[in-house]
């Protein structure tokens, strides 16, 4: 059968454009996705993403190379492989970023992706859920759960008084410096995935169609034309052809591995591996850029929620809460309080984000956590704007071997001073009235005496990724700078777009998840945009 269009992966992109594109009831749309059914217990109830976390059923479970700037340690990658992609296995924060962010896109070639148009693209998402009342009629529900929080995350929001700093309502706002409750994409009790918001409604409409556990090895093309897919399930190859387009959003790692694979990227690189270029394209891959946290666990001389979840009465006092009423701790992701501060008096926006956690725990055998039983908390700070920029590229043409994911983390002396000043930070917020009245003691390493030199030191040996991968296909002026043009379409074909967290020119401030789905949903509009243009020519 032949589509209209056709959406590799069904991940935070891929469910919204299947929504957005398969409006017309004469318009067919195939979605392919590597993973299977995301009706699992852990992906539903909002707590459970420690569970997904390194479960190779719904999880593609990356490992990065040996990353320098971080001595030599080799990080863990968690990646969505399941409907719904990693909105399935995220940790639900939602963070539209900061508006120069997007200003900056502007900049960096991305004509038309200003704060105005974002704003108003995050308007047509977004259904907030504040304390009883609904605002926005956006298909994804973003909700604010303090009332579900632990208690302990008001001494997060004291914290941020002591310290001068602004408490906002909601960190979304257009002025969002300062420390809030986050806001989660959660409702009534669950998750609400990209597949729940977008693709479960269109696929009720009948002219989409989800093939899962299919994975696609290659675009197909005639020409510099992309025709369609070849994919495998269950040992079969197929293909699949279609008339319009073909839209990849298999993320910031599987994308520019999906391209390559194709023969789109660095003509010295498929080479090696055998691959007939089709166009090259040498920044493919290029240009990746990424979150690192510290983060610091303290002993509280008072109840937080290791209390109720660090024993086994108190996690069966809760899963009962939860069964009779979708509320209580399983019903809230542990960030509860964080937001966007600046380091210090120069920076001129906030180039830092915070996020306070009334919970500590550790990981078992098999990665699954493990609350502390004693009383904990955990600070955590992040660079908003790394400078660094990494790389994926194929290791082989085998489809199914993991490309190499290089980090290549603070290869940049901004971002080595950025590593110093958010060690800093979080050394003024452990210190605040707030925090200091309510902590036993600082678990090793303790961060409060550390200098400049042990702060870098510090961020080297323990930041970890915060899982937001952006920039590997990214839109910019040419070939020469970018992958993309500010359409999405790839440079130098025709029928083929990328449309991802891959697509950001620069990663935002803040969690990528939010971003990914407004990217999407103008991608689409430029989609329909363009398709209407070539209805009238003919
Ligand atoms: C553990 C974790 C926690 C996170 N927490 C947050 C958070 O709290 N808030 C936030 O904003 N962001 C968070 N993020 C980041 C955010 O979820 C991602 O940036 C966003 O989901 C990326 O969307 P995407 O569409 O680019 O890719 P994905 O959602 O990853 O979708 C890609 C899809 O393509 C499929 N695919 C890949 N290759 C192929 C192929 N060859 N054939 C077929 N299908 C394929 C994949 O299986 C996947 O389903 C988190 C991410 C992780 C992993």
Same mark, same amino acid.
């Given at each position: ?67 320098? #700037? ?13 409907? #719904? ?67 302990? %995350? ?188 600046? %380091? ?59 490309? =190499? ?54 961020? =080297? ?78």
């Amino acid at each position: 059968m032949e589509f209209d269009y056709i959406v590799v992966g069904a991940g935070s992109a891929g469910c919204v454009l299947a929504d957005r594109l398969s409006r017309s009831p004469g318009t067919r749309v195939l979605v392919i996705e590597a993973g299977g059914s995301d009706a699992r217990f852990w992906i539903k109830v909002p707590l459970g993403y420690g569970f997904t976390f390194s479960d190779p059923k719904v999880n593609w479970c990356y490992t990065a190379e040996p990353d320098e #700037g971080v001595n030599g340690r080799e990080a863990y990658w968690p990646r969505g492989r399941v409907v #719904g992609g990693s909105s399935s296995i995220n940790a639900m924060a939602y963070v539209r970023g900061l508006k120069h962010d997007f200003d900056d896109w502007e900049t960096a070639g991305a004509t038309g992706w200003g704060w105005d148009t974002v704003r108003q693209t995050y308007e047509r998402v977004e259904h907030h859920w504040e304390g009883g009342s609904a605002r926005g009629d956006g298909p994804l529900r973003v909700s604010d759960l303090s009332a579900q929080m632990h208690p302990f %995350s008001e001494t997060f929001l004291n914290a941020a008084r002591d310290l001068g700093w602004k408490t906002p309502a909601d960190m979304n706002e257009d002025t969002c410096e300062g420390l809030s409750y986050f806001r989660s994409t959660v409702r009534n009790g669950f998750r609400h995935s990209a597949a729940d918001a977008f693709l479960r409604p269109a696929l009720k409409r009948g002219n989409v169609q989800l093939i899962k556990n299919a994975l696609v090895e290659k675009l197909t093309f005639s020409g510099t034309r992309a025709t369609g897919v070849q994919y495998c399930v269950g040992g079969q190859q197929h293909v699949a052809t279609c008339k319009g387009e073909v839209i990849v959003s298999a993320g910031a790692v599987n994308s520019p591995q999906l391209l390559q694979l194709s023969g789109l990227g660095p003509a010295d690189l498929l080479k090696a591996h055998g691959i007939d270029v089709v166009q090259n394209l040498g920044q493919v891959g290029k240009g990746m850029q990424d979150h690192l946290a510290i983060t610091h666990h303290f002993a509280a001389n008072r109840p937080t929620l290791n209390d109720r979840l660090g024993t086994q009465f108190g996690r069966m006092m809760v899963g009962l809460q939860y069964l009779l009423t979708r509320k209580g701790p399983l019903s809230v992701p542990t960030n509860q309080v964080g937001g966007f501060i600046r %380091s210090d008096e120069t920076q001129i926006a906030p180039n830092m984000q915070v996020y306070c956690n009334p919970v500590t725990s550790s990981t078992r055998a098999k990665g699954v956590p493990e609350v502390d039983r004693a009383s904990g908390f955990v600070l955590c700070v992040q660079p908003c704007r790394p400078t660094s920029r990494g790389e994926v590229s194929i290791r082989s043409n085998d489809p199914g071997a993991a490309p =190499r994911i290089q980090p290549n983390s603070l290869s940049t002396e901004f971002d080595r001073w950025d590593a110093i000043r958010a060690g800093r930070l979080l050394q003024s917020l452990a210190r605040a009235p707030a925090i200091a009245q309510v902590t036993q003691s600082a678990k090793e390493p303790d961060i409060s005496r550390m200098d400049d030199a042990a702060l870098l030191e510090n961020f =080297r040996e323990t930041a970890l990724t915060n899982f937001h991968p952006t920039c590997t296909c990214r839109i910019g002026r040419d070939a020469a700078d970018s992958v993309l043009d500010a359409r999405l379409k790839v440079h130098g074909t025709q029928g083929l777009r990328v449309v991802d967290a891959s697509a950001f020119p620069n990663v935002t401030s803040g969690n990528t998840n939010a971003p990914t789905i407004m990217l999407a949903m103008r991608a689409a509009d430029l989609i329909l945009e363009d398709q209407a243009a070539r209805s009238r020519q003919a």
